[in-house]
């Protein structure tokens, strides 16, 4: 059950982020996109706003138990070809 709420919870907060920062009108997004017409930097903005944060969660996290969960997945072994 507290996985469910920390999803929930998770994910109420990255919508409210996108409905704030306006990402969720598609025009905003195409207007990114588009580099032909009047081109809308604001995306940029929105994603680099974002890496502090990320940055700082990950560096509390490192050496750490998830909160959730028993342990945090290994990396496969495989070896990947070139």
């Known amino acids: 059950m507290i996985r469910f709420i920390v ?6 907060m990255f919508g409210a982020g996108l409905f704030l920062s306006g990402m969720t009108n598609p025009a905003k997004v195409q207007g990114f996109l588009d580099f032909s017409a009047a081109w809308d930097p604001t995306l940029i903005f929105v994603m680099s706003g974002a890496l502090v944060p990320m940055a700082l969660a990950w ?12 342990a945090f997945p290994a990396p496969p072994a495989a070896h990947v070809d070139p």
């Open 7 to 12: 999803a929930a919870l998770s994910g109420g």
């Open 59 to 70: 560096r509390l996290a490192q050496n750490r138990a998830p909160l959730v969960a028993g």
